[in-house]
């Protein structure tokens, strides 16, 4: 590999905050409210030009689509936002469960409203590149825009960039899997001209249940190991209508196509569209982004194809639009002071430095178990805390947890739990002149208790 040497320069300084939460998707938007309503200046930047995340740039509806009768959350922000959407018609019922599938569209004025009220500074169009360190401590972050290269200066950075971009700059310690095992990426799409009246029919008709997503015989390269406890459960299936394409050459045989879909509204459209599937793909690496889009793009379009030849209701289906961006689910995890692994998600794991709890809930690398039964884990802040780098707390999919556990840590539901707990964590430890290392825990559960999420 080449390098060039870039000349020193100075830079202006664009702001001074107490706390700068860096990525405004789920956990960026809890970190930044929480922390704003406890009384700290607080600042949150986005690379894109909205709030939200892959709720909003990518157009994921399902925010809690695991929820059942007896599943146990953590509330606080998790169901604020959910409901704050609701109330402001940014959601409708989801299909599967008893939760809101999110507008995507409509959503980024939720953010909007809530960021506002809570009192956060926004900046939008401007992202991260860099960090300003002095010995094992971040003083802010190196920022490029239209308005040019500029400086935020933070005393406690919150990193909710989803891929641990700020605690990879600053040299914190991680782990990422490799390429052929990292979860794939998807582009969500939705499409319009719908017959819902004939789709539901057929619906109804074929009756498609989680156990299709392991025991679809025509789809063999897209199953899961469903556990036997929601294999007869009703799931918004779509793999048998693929399989066909795939028979009548519409798909080709090294694509595969499975998945769900989500809202079908009266007038005709099909939101969230979650089918396309790209392995191999690392969301760091620019080049195997822009191959995904592309990909993507095109595995939508034979999706499409697909629905229009062989599923009832999609006869006169059209495009109406791709997510602003692809879907990514994995990159890096950082190596914190704690991790969450495959017994907590499965054993109810315990512990002191909780700062919220989610439910026994796991969706990915091939395994299927909703909640359906009171069991849930905690969630421990040491795995949000980096080691060897300080004034950081790292949020969302990026917190340390095991290859297993990841699959239950990377949705959205619980990272606006981490999101909650770090906003909070980060503000008092400003208000105590304490590192986020070393913040009084038991401070930080109070604070979260009052605010009314379940800790313990």
């Known amino acids: 590999m080449d390098f060039y040497l870039e000349p020193a320069r100075n830079i202006p300084v664009l702001a001074t905050t107490d706390v700068l939460v860096v990525g405004g998707g789920p956990s960026g938007i809890a970190a930044a409210i929480s922390s704003a309503r406890e009384g700290v200046a ?34 606080g922000l998790a169901r604020e936002i959910e409901e ?25 004025l939720v953010a909007d409203t809530m960021l506002e009220q809570a009192g956060v500074r926004r900046v939008l169009h401007i992202a991260a590149v860099d960090v300003i360190k002095q010995d094992d401590c971040l003083k802010g972050v190196i920022t490029e825009s239209k308005s040019g290269r500029q400086a935020i200066l933070a005393n406690v950075i919150i990193d909710c960039t989803g891929d641990a971009d700020i605690a990879w700059y600053a040299g914190a310690p991680f782990t990422k899997r490799n ?20 789709f539901m029919q057929n619906i109804q008709a074929s009756q498609p249940k989680y156990g299709d997503w392991g025991a679809d015989e025509e789809n063999k390269n897209w199953s899961y190991d469903v556990h036997e406890s929601c294999r007869e459960m009703f799931s918004p299936y779509l793999g048998k209508v693929f ?44 080049f195997d982004l822009t191959r995904a889009e592309i990909e993507g793009r095109k595995q939508a379009m034979q999706a499409i194809e697909t ?55 796991i969706d990915g690398n091939g395994r299927l178990k909703l909640p359906l039964e009171p069991r849930y884990f905690q969630i421990p802040y ?14 969302g999919r990026a917190i340390d947890a095991d290859n297993f556990a990841y699959a239950t840590i990377r949705n959205m ?5 981490t999101g909650q707990g770090a906003g909070v964590a980060a503000a008092i430890a400003i208000k105590n002149n304490v590192h986020v290392s070393q913040v009084d825990i038991q401070t930080v559960q109070e604070r979260l208790l009052q605010n009314g999420v379940k800790v313990f």
């Open 84 to 108: 704050t959407a609701r109330i402001m018609g940014a959601s409708s019922p989801e299909p599967q469960s008893r939760s809101q599938a999110i507008n995507a569209e409509r959503f980024k």
């Open 413 to 417: 539901g619980c990272c606006i739990v």
């Open 42 to 75: 607080t600042m949150l930047i986005e690379r894109f030009g909205c709030f939200g995340g892959m709720m909003t740039t990518a157009g994921v509806e399902s925010i809690a689509w695991w929820r059942h009768e007896n599943t146990i959350e953590s509330g």
């Open 382 to 395: 040491g795995a949000m805390v980096p080691q060897k780098v300080e004034n950081l707390l790292v949020c």
């Open 307 to 361: 629905l229009r030849q062989f599923q009832p209701g999609f006869e006169n289906a059209q495009l109406k639009n791709f997510g602003m961006t692809v879907g990514t689910r994995e990159s890096r995890h950082i190596t914190g002071h704690s991790q969450l692994t495959e017994t907590d998600i499965c054993q109810e794991g315990r512990h002191a430095d909780s700062i919220g709890i989610f439910p026994e809930f």
């Open 243 to 286: 399989a066909k394409g795939k028979a009548a050459g519409l798909i080709p045989q090294d694509v595969t196509l499975g998945g769900s879909w989500s809202t079908v509204t009266d007038y005709g459209d099909a939101n969230y569209l979650n089918v396309v599937s790209i392995p191999s793909v690392d969301c760091t690496d620019v």
């Open 179 to 198: 390429r052929d095992e990292l979860m794939c990426m998807t582009t969500v799409f939705s499409c319009a001209n719908i017959n819902k009246s004939a």
